[in-house]
């Protein structure tokens, strides 16, 4: 899968691009603040059908056209999917009424049809290193939750859908809980939401579980390449609900050895998943809120046994992301049949010259990247000749001269 043009309008620093987007590596090089993380913003905007920097949709629209009653913010790409090519626009559209409110919303067309943002996610796929994507690893569980969700909603159907009807049904019951603490009332009106909760809740944990495997063995042997031999990454996945029996008689002890679920049926997490609710339901009512589900699942990130969110070091995090980001590359190539694009801001910072090779060796075999940089010292000179450059300044491209 590869872009193969471009076209931005009024999307942020951008008023306008439209550009053919070459096959292979291109550099976007410039000054920081100029538009380059941008470009890439956008990119991934199409596969993931959020910004992971705005905190509003309100913030995409170019801050001069959003002077005007009625602006309108556009994402349009052409790319090619197998043998096949697409087009798939995305609309950021902002609406200030007489009385002065303010309304955002967001429309997508997928080969000039307008769909659902659930259709959609999936259709095109990408994967985006930023460096405060650090924060997968040091920030709270939220965030890496968020960071998985992403990345599944891309290569497993109806994920995205499901994930959406999952919170839904947590707000829902939720807030029947804390009626239940404040008011009285029949315990036993939780009954649907219990349903739904668990229906969705478990084809969520279950497509965690194997997911987490399979990145795991893509990330440890791409993590064992960079670091030489001398670290060795896993990935510790912690559902809030556990869907693996404990024997009676056995005595949980707090060694932290590796633990597979991929074998447990979707059915099997589901009825567990119910019964254990039931069980916690006095109890949740007396706090008010939903106490287990995959809302409160936790991530953590090992590098030789050590949680590296707790006590790495920055050069230890950053390349365990990085090992991260390459498997999720060759992990949505598996599941899909088609590379993602890769997506890369300021790769080499941080880097040791020999890291720097080992990973645009690895850059080297997909199918299509976008760089970010400051300083094209950082790369090869055999590199910089095999890609394109466009320089970036003040929201304009630039072609390489």
């Not at 497993?156 to 919170?167: D, E, K, M, R």
């Not at 953590?300 to 991260?324: C, E, V």
């Amino acid at each position: 899968m590869y872009l193969t043009h471009l076209s931005l309008t009024n999307f942020r620093i951008f008023s306008r691009l439209d550009g053919d987007i070459p096959r292979g590596a291109l550099l976007l090089v410039g000054d920081n603040a100029q538009g380059k993380t941008t470009l890439l913003e956008a990119i991934y905007m199409l596969a993931s059908m959020t910004s992971i920097q705005a905190g509003t949709l309100g913030e995409l629209v170019n801050f001069l056209a959003a002077k005007d009653a009625l602006a309108v913010s556009r994402i349009k790409a052409n790319y090619i999917r197998g043998d096949q090519e697409h087009h798939l626009e995305v609309r950021i559209i902002q609406d200030t009424s007489t009385n002065g409110n303010t309304h955002v919303r967001k429309e997508v067309l997928l080969d000039g049809r307008k769909r659902k943002l659930n259709e959609v996610i999936g259709h095109f796929n990408a994967v985006l290193f930023l460096p405060h994507m650090l924060e997968i690893i040091t920030g709270s569980p939220r965030q890496r939750r968020d960071y998985l969700d992403l990345a599944l909603a891309q290569v497993v159907a109806q994920y995205s859908s499901t994930l959406s009807a999952y919170n839904k049904a947590i707000r829902q019951r939720n807030a029947l809980l804390k009626q239940l603490k404040e008011r009285g009332g029949d315990p036993d009106q939780l009954a649907y939401w219990d349903e739904k909760t668990t229906q969705t809740g478990a084809k969520i944990i279950h497509a965690r579980i194997h997911a987490l495997r399979e990145l795991e063995t893509h990330a440890a042997t791409i993590h064992h390449d960079l670091t030489r031999g001398k670290e060795i990454l896993r990935l510790r996945y912690q559902p809030a609900y556990e869907p693996l029996p404990t024997p009676s008689d056995q005595y949980s002890l707090p060694l932290d050895v590796p633990v597979d679920r991929s074998g447990i049926p979707l059915e099997d997490i589901r009825s567990g998943f119910r019964e254990k609710l039931l069980e916690l339901r006095r109890e949740e009512i007396k706090r008010g809120v939903t106490t287990i589900g995959p809302h409160r699942d936790e991530l953590h990130f090992l590098g030789n046994g050590i949680d590296l969110g707790t006590y790495g070091s920055r050069g230890q995090i950053r390349t365990a992301l990085l090992a991260i980001k390459m498997a999720e590359v060759a992990w949505m190539k598996e599941k899909t049949g088609h590379w993602p694009v890769l997506l890369l801001d300021e790769i080499l910072a941080e880097l040791d010259e020999t890291r720097r090779q080992d990973l645009l060796d690895r850059i080297a075999q997909t199918e299509q990247v976008l760089l970010t940089t400051t300083d094209l010292d950082l790369f090869t000179s055999t590199f910089i000749q095999e890609t394109t450059q466009w320089y970036i300044e003040g929201g304009r491209v630039m072609s390489d001269e």
